[in-house]
């Protein structure tokens, strides 16, 4: 594919919206400038110029938003995951991350995860790196070349990070962001830097009101993790006994956004009525991370809540304490987690549809990056191209049953090619 | 591999015991005659003239058993899911099964299951057919081709299967079942019947007391299902009034089994304190399907209490409620499962560990086979090997590591070869 116009046949599904996902058999995919053009039944005669690409059988889908995930735990993964949050950040993961400060580490490493995000169902991803400036614009200088777009937050962290993990003091914290700013102002198309104060605990207050003065001054957003586990919860009560709960600190601090610079939060497990309301009058983002709350034994998140009170919601991978980058299994945990809410916790609030977890994974979390997600007229040509061949079936399965199938069994979903605003950032050698 | 006396060499991990999991790097594993003589640091003498196959850096673990798999299921996993049980077996399963009174149909898809099942972690299996004698025997032939030793059961149901599956009768279903039994008498060395009666709800009092005295005249254990779901419990104590619990319902029916002759349950995830006292006293095992339990919000089975009441637990992948064979899927639903139990359910009852969940999928299900699931002096000779090095990482991984973190990505862990009874039923090709 020379230029970003181009029409792709084949299964296609997306969400218009939150009720109901919309499907095409061997339908008609239009992309013209890096933009989509709509999906048709029949090609309209005014696309009938442009190069056709017949994937035959293959399923099409729009490209999903990773809304949380640590760039530095990925290749340490899916171990010590016995632990819960606290015991587990301080045994695994700040020594990890202590080690970005050795740049060979960091490009060795950061090349394992760059090269693995290109090749996954993620087109948008908001990513943790470490407090290393110099690490974290090596993650940025991969991610760029990946294709792939992306919000990366160099990691604000005054207090509580243990040897090795730990800004001097709140001031140094401050002067580190402005420096990597300036270091990397102007440098990427798809590459977007993030305020990034860890948590509560990990920045002091003046740190806190330093990073949410700085969002106001540079128009920069935030992201950070509210209310994922109880002692958590609890920490953050005595660090600052003046709040009325823990997204109130965060608002005491300035740092919960603004509907035109929206804030992502992840998790929310214990965002109760105060927290709900709090998180909608700022217009954040909930990342919501059903397989990092359930590693870790946090708890479930009560997203249908939040969506009743018209908060935003997109889905995190949250790795390394979420178990892949593979959004499918995001998809799936969120669905058992939803479910298990329902029958463990609260049977009022009913399990989260398929078609409502399809689109938290690609437009509920892609509108955090505009008109992304969807396949209607207008949005950013984000799309993947999956091969479920291996998949036997006995019965003609509908685009909807085959799509279901596959976020039951991600492992089985092979990536074809995947194109970002109407590029190929990746197709795969057979 | 011409005899099945060898030794491998490799990172092998295995369980002795629920408590710990013991691991050799660069160990040896002996074979003799398809009996397992140990795992060692260094190669005892009396082994030395024996074959070696050195894996290098791979993985050698035991091979794992399914305690509870539908094979006619199988090729419409992960779909419909946003059903409950019963909704999903009106739905969905029954149309499905009553598919297989057709033989070309039976031959597809059973062949599609056998060979899923030969390439997957699984040595031992213990699976239920359909109602159908032909088409079981049909499956029970195709698995005795796979090396993978199981029981298979021709269903039992002569009421509520609706159109096209159901028995005209309880004697009608009786007699079914004796002339499966008839065909395959000494037919094969590696597929054993078992009496299946779908569950209460599908079985007359008459077909059920049938069963019970035809499980004793023959010596043949029993696989049933067991408190699922809120709504099928409330049913069976409609059906069986008299019943004290839904496993009383069973034992009034003599399907409970001995100690001897163990009865298989799924599910449990509803056994009160009633239950538990019955599944111990009779010896029985819980199939636990936490992945099928999630999936169908049925809810979480309390295994701890089962493990602390000294009741046989097994995994079962419970395909297609559950969504895949992968016991690796299995394994790690069934920690997060855990998790939320204690988290949401009961504080008291503390989560599986790893090592717990991964004695339950090898030698915990195993132990129905007799001395199977674990590199024990005198156990049969289950192996899987496993090649885990698409995850880099950047840190020495123990082996205890790399076999948490394989769990934790099932997608990524290859399986290169597979041994039951040290003969190899399975080798992947590059």
Redesign the interface.
């Known amino acids: 594919m020379i230029d970003n116009s181009f029409v792709l046949r084949g299964g296609i599904a997306y969400s218009e919206n939150i009720n109901g996902i919309v499907t095409y058999y061997r339908g008609y995919l239009v992309c013209v400038d890096g933009i989509c053009k709509g999906a048709f039944v029949n090609l309209p005669d005014k696309y009938k110029g442009l190069k056709l690409y017949d994937y035959g059988e293959r399923l099409i889908i729009p490209g999903m938003t990773d809304l949380h995930v640590h760039a530095p735990q990925y ?8 632990a819960e949050l606290l015991e587990w950040l301080s045994t695994y993961t700040f020594p ?1 991350e202590a ?1 970005y400060s050795d740049m060979d ?1 960091a490009i ?2 950061y090349n ?1 995860f760059s090269e693995d995000l290109r090749r996954c169902f993620t087109t948008r991803a908001v990513v943790f790196a470490t407090m290393h400036n110099e690490a974290t614009i090596e993650l940025m200088n991969q991610l760029e070349k990946t294709g792939v777009i992306t919000y990366v937050g160099k990691v604000n962290m005054d207090r509580n990070g243990g040897e090795g993990l730990q800004e001097a003091s709140a001031a140094e914290s401050i002067n580190a962001t402005k420096e990597w700013l300036a270091a990397i102002e102007g440098k990427y198309v798809n590459t977007n830097p993030i305020l990034t104060p860890r948590f509560i605990p990990s920045c002091s207050n003046e740190l806190m009101k330093g990073l949410g003065q700085l969002s106001k001054d540079r128009g920069l957003r935030i992201q950070s993790h509210l209310s994922e586990n109880p002692s958590e919860v609890a920490w953050v009560k005595e660090l600052v006994p003046e709040s009325t709960s823990y997204a109130n600190a965060y608002e005491i601090f300035d740092t919960m956004g603004t509907i035109q610079q929206p804030t992502i939060m992840a998790h929310c497990v214990y965002s109760g009525d105060e927290e709900i309301s709090i998180l909608k009058k700022h217009g954040a983002y909930v990342a919501h991370c059903a397989d990092s709350n ?2 870790l ?4 998140a009560p997203i249908r809540k939040f969506l009743e009170a018209g908060i935003n919601v997109g889905l995190g991978t949250d790795v390394a304490a979420g ?2 980058m ?1 959004m499918l ?1 995001t998809m ?2 969120t ?3 939803s ?2 809410y ?4 609260d049977s009022n609030v009913k ?1 989260l ?2 078609e409502e977890v399809f689109y938290l994974a690609t437009a509920g979390g892609g509108s955090y990056f505009g008109k992304v997600g969807s396949f209607k007229d207008g949005y950013d040509f984000d799309a993947v191209v999956i091969d479920d061949s291996k ?5 003609d ?1 509908s685009i909807r ?1 085959r799509i ?8 089985d979903a092979i990536i074809k090619d995947k194109f970002v605003k109407g590029k190929k950032v990746y197709t795969r050698m057979e």
Chains 1, 2 share one sequence.
Do not use: C, W
Not at 75 to 82: C, L, S
Not at 342 to 345: E, G, I, K, N, Q
């Open positions: 290749t340490f993964r899916g171990i010590g995951m016995d990890e080690k580490y060795k490493s394992y359930m590693n034994t946090s708890g479930i178990s892949s593979n299994k799936f945990i669905l058992q987690a479910k298990m329902y029958r463990l916790v399990p549809t398929f998949m036997h079936s006995m019965r399965m049953e279901e199938r596959m976020v039951y069994n991600d492992a």
